[in-house]
């Protein structure tokens, strides 16, 4: 188990859940890609803490849609450490399959959708989420429905966030608060108000 003070203020039961998690998670890559093999011993650091960065971001028990969920980044996370209900969308059916027992053995409140996100059709969350998933534009473009009209996005961006803002300024009107990361050159953008120009 990690050092409990080296991760933000999360309880011990938190801690345990996000463990059972990371234990999972390790061995199941060693099956199906869900991180790289070299992430594995950086995986606390690399993944689990920058995923906790949102937590404060958003409200305790809301819903939350978290696209191309992958290994569960961040949906997993802030489903136990926010205790938010998550539909995760992961076209990947290994990934899903995963995704499915990863809910079951920490508790968690999702709800897994095994499409493709141009293809789902599901009510409007009041948060989306992203994490290394496609460019700002491409996420605007499927995040427009899946939002709730006072909601907002969150997504986890490294070094070329400025560049992909002014692209999705062509074609998007939006507020953008930008919050700097843990990591250098990281950078989570809030963002409300989405509207096509």
Partial sequence: MPDHT?????????????????????????????????DVPHLWDRHIRDCLQLVPLVQRGTRITDLGSGGGF???????????????????RRKAAFLREASRATGCRTHIVDQRIENID??????????????????????EKFLTPDGYALFLKGQHAPDELTDAARDWHMTVNQIPGRTAGGVILKISDIRRV
Wanted: hydrophobic share 50%; with cysteine.
């Fill in 6 to 38: 080296s991760l933000p203020d999360v309880s011990r039961e938190t801690l345990e859940r996000l463990t059972c998690f990371a234990d999972l998670l390790t061995r199941w890559t060693a099956r199906i890609n869900l991180i790289s093999s070299g």
């Fill in 74 to 92: 961040p949906g997993i996370i802030l489903a136990i450490a926010a205790d938010a209900e998550v539909t995760l969308v992961e076209s990947d």
């Fill in 122 to 143: 599901i009510p409007p969350a009041p948060v989306v989420t992203a994490r290394a998933l496609a460019s700002l534009s491409q996420l605007l473009s499927w995040t």
